[in-house]
């Protein structure tokens, strides 16, 4: 089996369709029960999201800022992904945020069982996201 046709990539492809598309239906599907997302940082979306419903709350207010990502590597196991893209935002202001990041997505039982998230400048990350939730 090579690497692309791995299940866990699969999965991984998975969830960025369904993220793409706003498919509350399939991130349920993708996404173990007991779901957790760790996002590091000073700032409001910080913290860790539980549950389908915390994730699909904290992907709706990240989508509110136009963030874009594009894919720049991955790497599977038997047990987990790791993502590595870069991330940006066009925004009106022309202060957007670009930053790479990579994502570890631990799986369990072929779902996504837990998320955790590495920035490449988490100071720059904070920055943006406290002044994007003053300017609401």
Known sequence: MS????PNLILIHRFFDAYANNNVAELSEVFH????WHIPG???LSGTKVGVTGIVDYLAKLGKYNFQAEGIVMGVSEEHVIDCHRNWSNDEDGEG???MSCLLWK???NKIKEVFNFPQDQHVVDAYF???FKEQ
């Open 107 to 109: 799986i369990e039982d």
């Open 3 to 6: 690497n692309s046709n791995h």
């Open 42 to 44: 000073a700032h409001p």
């Open 130 to 132: 406290n002044r994007k």
């Open 97 to 99: 945020l670009n930053n």
């Open 33 to 36: 029960p007991d779901v957790k």
